[in-house]
């Protein structure tokens, strides 16, 4: 009753009581119980099931539901608050206060570094001097105990919450030195990849669907991210209010809490509209997102999931796994091909600066020369 009561079908609720099946037949193997699960079990779970070759159950996240259920239901305790020293929460609500005025970061970014931040102080802070003794041992330790359990781009938010973290901690004077984050392997700075071909797009785009709702969303989803150039939160903030028709306009709601209106090409036009008027939508009271999953729980498309509907269109099409910033790549070299400069790429992708922009003229070489200065006394 409880995933009717939440909005799942009568086949979801039959796979979700299959995969609680599973999840309970791991516990009682490990000696434990229902109210034993915490999100560290959930991880042990998830590497277990990855080891076998296994698809399903195979990351922490995956025991979000059962775990919200068992909480529900008093089974498990509430999520515990980590680090509840006062000094702690003191400096937490500070460093919330820091990245919402004066980094500018968005609602949804701020929860979670600061769910990070809590939980990183509450595991550091054993010692009477807290955090004005940390050194790089113990931030080191923490990102190794994350990855045992984590998957790699969790790992690498988790480095990138932490980097932010011990900034502030070293301009508020909480650290004497600024104290770095170790990397992920993986993780290396430098050229985005190769943008699909003008072709693999079509390819992308004929997979969907458009007889069905999640087709158009799809449809409308990846055309949006192709054409506008738009990160996966972009396309997931995007609201009603922020598309005006009349004019043909579009307000991005972009990193930084920036907010940019856009030309809307026809064609994108074209295809959210034809979602927003076929479709069969589901939302819960007061949401205006563009963008709504199909699935329970009825909600808006978060940006995880306009990174899974990228990955389910390039494995469709027969392309190679790849995610919501390749479209991003593929917007700014079809500017490039078509003689847009640099600068008005970089207007359209909100850079700050044109030199981030130039990253995405590997494609095309040539497109570098606007940013070349003569060499001084004239050629050599």
């Not at 004005?132 to 990138?160: M, N, Q, Y």
């Not at 994108?268 to 927003?276: E, N, R, S, T």
């Not at 030199?355 to 006394?377: F, H, I, M, Q, S």
Request: hydrophobic share 45%.
């Amino acid at each position: 009753m409880w995933l009717v009561g939440h909005g799942y079908a009568a086949t979801s609720v039959h796979r979700r009581l299959a995969q609680f099946g599973q999840l309970c037949r791991w516990l009682t193997d490990q000696g434990l119980a229902a109210g034993d699960l915490s999100e560290v079990h959930a991880g042990r779970l998830a590497a277990a099931r990855r080891a076998k070759g296994l698809v399903t159950w195979s990351s922490a996240e995956s025991s979000a539901l059962p775990l919200r259920f068992l909480r529900d239901a008093g089974v498990v305790p509430a999520e515990p608050v980590v680090a509840a020293n006062g000094v702690c929460e003191e400096l937490l609500a500070r460093y919330r206060c820091y990245l919402v005025t004066e980094r500018g970061l968005t609602i949804g970014t701020v929860a979670a570094y600061v769910r990070i931040a809590r939980r990183f102080c509450g595991e550091v802070i054993t010692g009477p001097d807290g955090l004005a003794g940390l050194d790089a041992g113990a931030v080191t330790r923490f990102v190794v105990a994350i990855g045992e359990h984590s998957s790699r781009p969790l790992v690498k938010k988790t480095v990138t919450a932490l980097s932010s973290l011990l900034r502030y901690l070293h301009v508020a004077g909480v650290t004497g030195s600024r104290i770095t984050v170790p990397t992920v392997a993986g993780q290396r700075p430098g050229l985005p990849l190769s943008a699909p071909s003008a072709a693999g797009l079509t390819r992308l785009l004929a997979g969907c669907d458009r007889r069905r709702d999640i087709g158009r969303r799809d449809y409308a989803v990846l055309i949006l991210l192709a054409r506008l150039g738009l990160r996966a939160g972009e396309v997931a903030a995007l609201g009603l209010d922020d598309i005006d028709w009349h004019h043909g306009e579009v307000v991005i709601h972009g990193k930084g809490n920036r907010h940019d209106r856009l030309p809307l090409p026809a064609d994108v036009g074209q295809a959210i509209a034809d979602y927003l008027r076929r479709g069969h939508r589901s939302a819960p009271a007061g949401c205006r997102a563009v963008f709504l999953r199909v699935l329970a729980p009825p909600g808006p498309l978060t940006p995880a999931a306009v990174n899974t509907v990228v990955l389910r269109a390039a494995r469709r099409a027969g392309l190679p796994p790849f995610g919501p910033h390749r479209l991003r790549h593929y917007a700014a070299t079809e500017m490039l091909r078509h003689g847009e400069p640099l600068s008005g790429i970089a207007q359209v992708l909100r850079h700050r600066n044109v030199r981030v922009t130039a990253l995405y003229a590997t494609a095309d070489p040539t497109a570098l020369r606007e940013l070349a200065r003569p060499w001084p006394g004239g050629a050599a």
